[in-house]
């Protein structure tokens, strides 16, 4: 059997052909769910099959920050900061630090600051590490709820190669608006971005 596959096209993830479902990760207790996603990396699993990775609830709002940190992954959904319909009082920050030069990750979906028809009343935070990431960068959320209040920051770790095949936008998509500025720093020798970079949002 092939140990590897291609997702996401010609220019896409490498991963392992063997994928850890994670759709009732959330049944288990914290321990238990270390120890499941350790044993998988242990052995071999680099391809970890979710939907959607939300920093806020499913129609539930969150009191204070949220914060989703992912490394050494291979992610094939979106990545968001906020909620999905559900609102973020504090700030959202997002950290992908993806792997390093022994353990190549990256995202198949779009990565958002901000929530799916959710708002973050605080800034959002996207801080990009060593991978592949194969679609667009949102500082801001998506839809007309998936405001933000405090501006938006999108930025690399100061090491790495990132490679963005997509757009990269400060502001959000599909009408969520942000509030107070948007910044992306694109400080980095290693960076690569194939797409074009907006400091507004899109649509």
């Keep these: 059997m092939k140990k590897t596959l291609q997702v996401g096209g010609q220019n896409g993830l490498e991963v392992s052909a063997i994928a850890l479902g994670c759709m009732h990760l959330a049944e288990l207790d914290v321990g238990q769910a270390d120890a499941l996603v350790r044993t998988a990396l242990d052995c071999g699993v680099t391809y970890f099959d979710h939907a959607d990775i939300y920093g806020g609830g499913n129609a539930a709002d969150v009191r204070g920050d ?4 992912a490394n050494w992954t ?3 959904g979106s990545v968001y900061g906020g909620g999905r319909n559900g609102d973020v009082t504090g700030n959202a920050e997002v950290w992908i630090l993806a792997g390093d030069s022994g353990n190549w990750g990256g995202v198949t979906g779009d990565v958002y600051g901000g929530g799916n028809g959710g708002a973050v009343a605080g800034r959002t935070e996207i801080t990009l590490g ?3 990431y194969l679609a667009n960068i949102f500082g801001g959320g998506t839809g007309a709820g998936g405001t933000v209040g ?3 920051l999108f930025h690399f770790t100061s090491d ?3 490679r963005i095949s997509g757009h990269i936008y400060g ?3 599909n009408g969520a608006v942000v509030s107070n500025g948007a910044v992306v720093d694109l400080n980095n020798k290693n960076a ?3 797409g074009d970079v907006y400091g507004g949002g899109r649509n």
């Design 171 to 173: 502001g959000g998509d």
């Design 160 to 162: 790495g190669t990132v």
């Design 150 to 152: 405090s501006g938006t």
């Design 74 to 76: 291979q992610l094939a």
């Design 192 to 194: 690569v971005v194939n």
């Design 66 to 69: 949220t914060v989703v940190s």
């Design 130 to 132: 060593h991978g592949d």
